[in-house]
């Protein structure tokens, strides 16, 4: 990507996550990168092009983010449990939000802005939920084999609420809250 394509997909990512997607238009994010609208269009061929990039870019920042925190955790603990890496989940996601989300999950945002299946970028949408949905269910699986699937299911009802309740700031520290509900959750299923 040139210097010129990646201020533009930073300056897009920005003014999408903040403004939304239907509000910000290329003649914005041309200005705020520096860049002309045929740069935009040279490198990216369309707005719904560059949303999909943003959304991807997203997408394999908190991938890596959470693929980190999870390393660190077993560096720390050569052999964490199965409930401690489910936790660390509720962990990173908080962190990532106090640095990343203060508007709650792009995703999220983004879903509520293009809901339609054929839209290019539905399919990272859904995708970045599905990953999500996969690891509390293989995670889970660990905890109780026999009700994986139910308990990945809870904890990705807790994890998205949690990240929904954090982008509209009705009350401090959903994802923390969350990370309690999830431990209580856990706890009844590890008997």
């Not at 890496?85 to 792009?106: M, N, P, Q, Y």
């Not at 995670?139 to 949690?162: F, K, P, T, Y």
Request: hydrophobic share 45%; aromatic share 6%.
């Amino acid at each position: 990507m040139t210097p010129a394509a990646g201020r533009a997909l930073e300056a897009a990512g920005k003014l999408f996550y903040e403004r939304g997607i239907h509000a910000v238009g290329v003649d914005l994010i041309a200005a705020e990168a520096g860049v002309t609208k045929k740069t935009l269009y040279d490198r990216f061929g369309s707005k719904e092009q560059l949303v999909v990039e943003y959304l991807a870019d997203r997408d394999e920042r908190w991938r890596a983010f959470l693929t980190r925190w999870l390393e660190e955790l077993e560096a720390r603990d050569a052999e964490p449990d199965a409930a401690a890496r489910i936790l660390a989940v509720f962990d990173a996601s908080r962190a990532w939000t106090a640095e990343h989300s203060t508007k709650g999950c792009s995703m999220v945002n983004a879903h509520a802005e293009i809901s339609d299946p054929s839209h290019p970028a539905h399919p990272i949408i859904t995708g970045q939920k599905r990953w999500m949905l996969d690891l509390f269910t293989r995670l889970a699986g660990e905890v109780d084999q026999g009700r994986a699937e139910e308990l990945g299911r809870s904890l990705m009802l807790l994890h998205e609420g949690a990240l929904v309740a954090h982008g509209l700031q009705i009350f401090d520290d959903p994802v923390a809250e969350a990370g309690r509900r999830a431990r209580e959750l856990l706890h009844v299923h590890g008997r």
